[in-house]
């Protein structure tokens, strides 16, 4: 029984067993932890919608690209990581694996003091180049700047939890998630509805339970004595540090572009009015939900592959990666339907406004079919990160964001006048985005991307 607890909380080998198993064992507490995830934002939302009204809600969502822009810094250094410690551990690399996660976590500290110094700065500035409603930009401004200054727990566990998923680890980052999500519903309750902090209080509830969740990522990796040692590798290595930047890189370069365009398209929502930012605010937390297949099974056959491509195991590569389709795409055509069918009840936890509850539901029909693309596009591209290429996923998550889904979008809203322009074009993007990554894998480039083979020196010997 206690082997069994140890091997179920523990790190988990993706190189032995059935595919489809590994895939599915380490899916449900990932998809489980995405849905917590979700609830953060969500929550604030529910409860600022309720408790303060509709400019609240627009508030929070008004600031949103801007926090993703600012976060972009540290998601790329998450991605490298997850790919080093994935390939790593497949590969029984104890050393190089304790200085890489060493070099992560002090650079992850390193890049969360700039955002802290830096963000609060530029978030006035940002608010009145993106033509803010003055009725929500106090609000919107004292919101993203507390969730700023309170940015190192939030990447401590996005980097921390990314590394232990490497590890084959997606249960105690759960179980970390679900501590912190309790606590930011009864601290949102308590900071919006009891002392009437208003959206100021949502985002102190969203920091310190962020906070709690990244100490407890960094105690777990700290007590990984059996897999790692890094109390002695804290100190970057050059050359790790280089390859950490190179992995990482190309989907932080992805996730700035994709923020900046998110900045553009915000100025755009922000031209139709308080209600339509609202309305918007509201599907996008209904489309996170939607999104979470897609962004679990991306992440499980990152990690799959990234173990298999370390044991030299190409083979169980491609039966993991038809293995995830199978399973992204159904459960994204269930989640999908249920939203459909139930996403009008999911809108009236947010707002009771009929306007912004009927308008919100036309707005999700358009996107329907796109969440189906997007499984396809997040699992082939998790395999492509996963083996070590991720510069074809940047090219494409360009291509579909800047060259296609901005232009569209005030193309159509010139020639329609209406803000279905705005989801029009996240569908066609979409869409598009799954054709160029179907094709990207096909050809192939991927399989010859692992950092195993590369000419890293290794490093000085340390106690593990």
């Known amino acids: 029984m206690a082997g069994k607890l140890s091997a179920f909380f523990g790190a988990q080998d993706m190189t032995v067993g059935n595919p489809a198993t590994n895939l599915i064992r380490f899916s449900t507490p990932l998809l489980i932890g995405n849905l917590a995830q ?157 002392f009437k902090m208003g959206v100021a209080g949502a985002a102190w509830a969203t920091i310190i339970s962020q906070a709690v969740s990244g100490i407890l990522c960094l105690v777990r990796l700290l007590l990984m004595r059996d897999v790692l040692h890094i109390t002695c590798t804290l100190w970057p290595t050059k050359a790790l540090l280089f390859q950490l930047i190179r992995l990482g890189l190309p989907s932080g370069l992805t996730q700035a572009v994709f923020s900046l365009a998110m900045l553009v398209v915000q100025s755009l929502t922000n031209s139709f009015g308080t209600t339509i930012i609202a309305v918007s605010t ?25 173990q298999n491509i370390g044991a030299g195991r190409l083979d169980r590569v491609e039966k993991g990666t038809k293995d995830g389709l199978r399973l992204g795409l159904s459960v994204s055509v269930v989640l999908v339907a249920l939203i459909l069918f139930f996403g009008r009840y999911l809108m009236e936890m947010f707002t009771s406004t009929p306007e912004v509850i009927d308008t919100g539901m036309h707005m999700m029909r358009i996107l329907a079919i796109g969440y189906v693309a997007m499984a396809v596009t997040q699992i082939l591209s998790g395999v492509m990160r996963g083996a070590g290429d991720t510069m074809i996923p940047m090219w494409i998550s360009l291509i ?35 054709v160029l990554t179907s094709i990207a894998f096909r050809m192939g480039r991927w399989k010859k991307k692992s950092i195993i083979n590369d000419d890293v020196p290794e490093p000085a010997d340390v106690q593990v």
Do not use: E
């Open 282 to 306: 509201v599907v996008m937390r209904v489309d996170g939900f939607a999104m979470m297949p897609n962004f679990t099974f991306g992440t499980a056959t990152t990690t799959f592959t990234g």
């Open 400 to 434: 579909t964001t800047v060259v296609i889904r901005v232009p569209i979008a005030y193309g159509l809203a010139a020639l329609m006048h209406s803000a279905d322009a705005l989801f029009i074009s996240l569908l066609i993007s979409w869409v598009m985005g799954a």
């Open 38 to 194: 979700q609830l953060y934002s969500t929550v604030d939302s529910i409860v600022v919608g309720n408790y303060v009204g509709d400019s609240a809600l627009a508030a929070i969502g008004a600031s949103g690209p801007i926090i993703n822009l600012l976060l972009v810094l540290f998601m790329g250094v998450s991605v490298g990581a997850s790919i080093m410690a994935s390939q790593y551990f497949g590969a029984k690399d104890k050393k190089r694996l304790s200085h890489s996660v060493g070099t992560a976590i002090t650079a992850t500290f390193a890049v969360s003091i700039f955002i802290m110094v830096v963000g609060p700065l530029i978030t006035h500035p940002i608010m009145s180049a993106l033509q803010t409603p003055q009725d929500i930009y106090t609000m919107s401004c004292d919101y993203l700047i507390i969730i700023l200054l309170g940015i190192l727990g939030s990447a401590y566990y996005n980097i921390i939890s990314g590394i232990l998923r490497g590890l084959g680890d997606s249960v105690m980052p759960l179980i970390f998630l679900l501590v912190a999500c309790g606590m930011n519903i009864g601290l949102d309750i308590w900071f919006v509805a009891g």
